[in-house]
Each structure stands twice: as structure tokens, then as C-alpha cells.
């Protein structure tokens, strides 16, 4: 511990100011409360309802929904039913979890504006119960608390704020071309010479390599022909470890032991931990030999490992978590995104010519130039309102009962933020299941939808900590990819569906062909 102390102190004393200087980010939640926070002072106590009034299926009700309706795996379409059965607040029970579920947009913002300062995420067990068998620390998603708090102000920085985003444009736009080249390369390999099977595949290789590179500051050959037999097997234990953590949810904890899913849940972790570990332990190796060189370092990972504020084991703990979230809203948006314009091509066409009148096709585009491309920015902000990555999400407020929609709930109270009936309610959203970025446009708004009825990165301090990364990703990767092709649907391709396995995904691969423009 003392030599890691001594050398963090080293490091932290290199850095130049500019890295260190990094503010915290303003948190969104200290704003200013709307009238509709909290009930008005002289609403008495006893007109207030209590929580088991509230309407909603019951066990059996919900067992009757999941397993003989067939919802299991479209729970995101539940709560859209659930909503217009009983309103737009309804409780719910599954197994042991008592939940209050939340479909609007205004009662949200209510819950949201009363989280204070330490909310906590109960949707995370699973992971919990890895880092407590493993003996290894909480990240971001699983500490609760001070600890949390300390934690995510150490993390927000670098990262957090657009300014900061941008710093690691020149890296994303490294991994964006190794991406159009991977492109190219799997299209001669289809008879027709322009198609690409099951383009999610490939996109979240490229978000795991993007991820990667700028979490470890390392590329680990995602994107190459014959990917590192290392790396395959650390792609392999991400889609391991969130394949078996959907039974580890669903199957009761008996089955842990006569299962193989459990361990395989277990050992997928370890393996992403061992990976990281290895990584970080070569970064310091490197940073050493550059400190001792007299040679100015920087990057996210060198500056966890400078702050001083960060164990080792907590910089471990805190990328590994990170690195899992930090896949699958790029993934995942992209593909949906890619695969509507391939349906609508006047729209995609709009975008080429946006992308074009902006940028030369001699240069790279960079992120000052996708401030003049509002379309792009609403084609994704479009994808991730009919898609939200994690269509639910959950909140406890253990510091102090609630007042919300007219009910009291005491601490402790397990809310489930439903964000997929949220962003298709057809108040806020007209036309809510078609594909309209135009809805995002200044120009074409008739009036701003409620501000808490899409928010597919959260909301306040528990907010995505890597929300302005993923955005420049997307943005980035989407610009060069129109601009080289022309996206066109398979023939013979039916339409694709999301299906709801913690996060939203295709019910079948989407096959697209690539035109050269």
C-alpha cells in the first residue's frame, strides 16, 4: 500500500494542470424544484392515499401476464398494457419484490426531484453478489452511500461534461476507421459483395473496442481479422456473464445449485475482472517507466491512478463496471438506428447531405463539426426514445418517505421507473411507435415533449456516468458510416423487434447491405 501510495503521489504531481483542473460536474438534481415536486403544504397528511391502494395485477396477476400471456420476454410492452389498465402509477409483485412502478412522465419528475444526495439502484443484486463471494470492491452501478458519492465524483471528472467528451474524439475516430474497414471486409465476404449479416455482431465489437481503448488506453483487436485468442475470450465472458445473469434473475436461487448458469455467471465476471487487472497492471508498468523518463502522461485511466483518492483494487473494481455499461448503448442504439434508415431512405438521405454539407469527404469528421449536424443528433435521440437501452430501471430512496401522484410511500420503497411506456406515451410522443427524428428538430416541434419522458441515460446523480462518451461515439461512427454507404434492408428480412433481456435487443439479426455511395 506504501508503495502504491508513493507512486500515485508521483504521478498525480506530473499531471499537467489542464488534466487535473478537470471541474466536478453541476448535478442536475440541486436544481430548482417545479411546483409539482412535492404536494402543496396544505394538503393534509390524511388526504393523502397509502401505497396498497394503489391499482395493479398482484402476483398471480403478473405470473398470469409473464408466463401464460407470453410477456417474459416483452415486459417493455407490458408496461404499456399495464399503464392503460391502471393508470400511471400501478404496483406489482414478482417473487419477493414489491414494486411501484411509475409510467409518467410527471409523477416521475416528482420521485426523481425528491432521490437527495445518496439514491440508490436496486436492480443491481447480481453483480453485488459477485463482488461479496469474490471478496472484490463496489463500482459505480453496485456502491451505495458516502462511499458511492465519493466514488462518483472521482469518476464524473474526464468524462462526465460534453468539454471533456471531446478529448477522446481522436481516439474514437481511430476505432470508427478500423470499424469502415472491418465494414468493407465482411462485405466481400457475402455472395453479393454488399452484404453484412447480423451488423449488431460487428457494432458491438466495435463498442467494446472503443470502450476498452479509452477506459485501459490500450487496443485489444476487437476489430482485427484474427482477434487475440485473449481478447475472444474476454468478448466471450461479457456475453456470458449478461446471458446468465438473465436465469439468475429469473430462476430462484435454489437452481444455483444444480445449474450450471450460476458458476458460468461467476466465472464470467472473474474474467472480465482478471482482464482488467492484467491491463491496468501493464498501464502502471508503463506509467513508471514514463515517470522515471520525465514524460507528461494523461488519459482516463492515468487519471484514476493519479487522483490518490482511488485504491487500486477501487480503480479495478470501478473499470470493470464501467467497461459492461459502457457496450451496449452504443451497440445497440447504432444497430436500431442503422436499421430504420435503412427502411426510410428519404430520411437517410437528409442525413447524407447534412453530414456532406458539413464535411468534406477528404477529411475525417471531428466534434466541433456534429454541433452542425442536428439531424444526426436526432436520428439517435429518436433511436434511444423507441428503444431506451435498459427499458426499466429502479430507484430506492431510503432517506425519507415520499410524497408522489397523491400517495405517500415510506423509505425504502422499491420504484420501478418504466421507461419504455414512458417514451411511447402518445400525449408526449404523437404517433409514438413510428421512426420521426424530425420530432427532435427546433424547427419542427410544435411544443417540447416533457423533459422526464425520455431519458434513456437516467436522470441526476445516478445518471450515466459514461453518457457524453457513448453520444460521441454514435455520433461519430453513424456520421462516417453514411457517408461511405448507402444502408439498404435484406430482401429478405422480416421485420425485427426488440425483445427485453435486461437490456433491448433484436429478435433476429438485422442483415443489411452496404452501397458504395
Known amino acids: 500500500m506504501a508503495q502504491w501510495a508513493c507512486f500515485s503521489g508521483r504521478l498525480r504531481g506530473c499531471l499537467s494542470s489542464r488534466l487535473l483542473a478537470a471541474p466536478c ?49 416483452h415486459t417493455h410492452r407490458l408496461q404499456i398494457i399495464s399503464k392503460k389498465l391502471y393508470g400511471p402509477m400501478w404496483k406489482s ?32 443484486a447480481l453483480w ?33 461534461k460534453p468539454s471533456e467528451a471531446v478529448l477522446y474524439a481522436d481516439v474514437i475516430n481511430e476505432v470508427v476507421s478500423d470499424l469502415m474497414v472491418h465494414l468493407k471486409d465482411e462485405r466481400k465476404q457475402s455472395p453479393s459483395g454488399v452484404m453484412i449479416q447480423d451488423v449488431a455482431q460487428i457494432l458491438y465489437r466495435f463498442a467494446l473496442e472503443g470502450i476498452s481503448y479509452i477506459l485501459f488506453e490500450t487496443r485489444i483487436g476487437c476489430l482485427k481479422k484474427q482477434i487475440p485468442a485473449e481478447t475472444q475470450h474476454f ?26 448458469y450460476w458458476n458460468r455467471y461467476l466465472q464470467g465476471w472473474d474474467t472480465i475482472f482478471d482482464f482488467g487487472k492484467k491491463l491496468i497492471d501493464q498501464k502502471l508498468v508503463v506509467l513508471e517507466k514514463c515517470l522515471d523518463e520525465g ?10 491512478l493519479s487522483t490518490g483518492k482511488l485504491s487500486h483494487k477501487e480503480v479495478s473494481g470501478s ?39 458539413v464535411v468534406p469527404k477528404d477529411r475525417i469528421p471531428d466534434a466541433k463539426d456534429l454541433t452542425k449536424m442536428p439531424l444526426l443528433k436526432a436520428i439517435i435521440k429518436e433511436t434511444l426514445r423507441l428503444y431506451p437501452v435498459v427499458p426499466t430501471n429502479a430507484r430506492i430512496i431510503a432517506e425519507k418517505d415520499v410524497i408522489v401522484g397523491g400517495y405517500k410511500f415510506p423509505k425504502d420503497t422499491l420504484f420501478v ?10 400525449t408526449h410522443f404523437p404517433d409514438a411507435e413510428r421512426f420521426l427524428p424530425h420530432r427532435w428538430l427546433r424547427e419542427r416541434k410544435q411544443s417540447a415533449p416533457h423533459p422526464f419522458s425520455s431519458i434513456p441515460f437516467g436522470y441526476g446523480v445516478r445518471a450515466c456516468v459514461g453518457r457524453r462518451i457513448a ?42 447491405n452496404f452501397i458504395d455511395r
Not at 96 to 108: K, Q, R, T
Not at 295 to 304: A, N, P
Open 25 to 73: 460536474p453541476d448535478l442536475a438534481w440541486r436544481g430548482s424544484a417545479s411546483a409539482a415536486q412535492v404536494a402543496p403544504a396544505t394538503r393534509g397528511e390524511e388526504r393523502l392515499k397509502r401505497p396498497e391502494e394503489l391499482p395493479g395485477p398482484g402476483l398471480l396477476g403478473s405470473l398470469y401476464w409473464l408466463l401464460v400471456r407470453g410477456y417474459l420476454l
Open 93 to 124: 409483485t414478482f417473487g419477493s419484490y414489491n414494486n411501484i412502478n411509475i409510467g409518467s412522465p410527471e409523477v416521475l419528475e416528482q420521485l426523481l426531484r425528491q432521490e437527495g444526495k445518496y439514491p440508490i439502484r436496486s436492480d443491481m
Open 128 to 160: 453485488k453478489e459477485h463482488r461479496e463471494i469474490r471478496n472484490l470492491p463496489y463500482g459505480p452501478f453496485t456502491e451505495e452511500g458516502e462511499r458511492w458519492h465519493r466514488l462518483r465524483q472521482v469518476l464524473n471528472k474526464r468524462m462526465l
Open 235 to 260: 468478448i466471450d465472458a461479457i456475453g456470458g456473464t449478461l446471458k446468465n445473469s438473465v436465469y439468475a434473475t429469473v430462476l430462484p436461487k435454489w437452481t444455483r445449485e444444480v445449474l450450471p
Open 295 to 304: 514524460k507528461e502522461v494523461s488519459g482516463y485511466l492515468t487519471f484514476l
Open 319 to 357: 473499470i470493470a463496471e464501467l467497461l459492461l455499461a459502457g457496450i451496449d448503448t452504443t451497440s445497440n442504439t447504432l444497430s436500431w438506428a442503422m436499421y430504420h434508415l435503412s427502411q426510410d431512405l428519404k430520411i437517410q438521405e437528409a442525413l447524407y447531405q447534412e453530414i456532406v454539407s
Open 417 to 426: 421507473l418504466a421507461h419504455y411506456a414512458l417514451s411511447h406515451d402518445e
Open 471 to 512: 453520444e460521441l461515439e454514435m455520433h461519430l461512427a453513424l456520421a462516417r458510416i453514411i457517408r461511405t454507404f448507402s444502408v439498404r434492408p435484406d430482401p429478405n428480412c422480416k421485420v425485427v423487434k426488440p425483445l427485453a433481456r435486461i437490456v433491448l435487443v433484436p429478435d433476429k439479426p438485422i442483415n443489411l
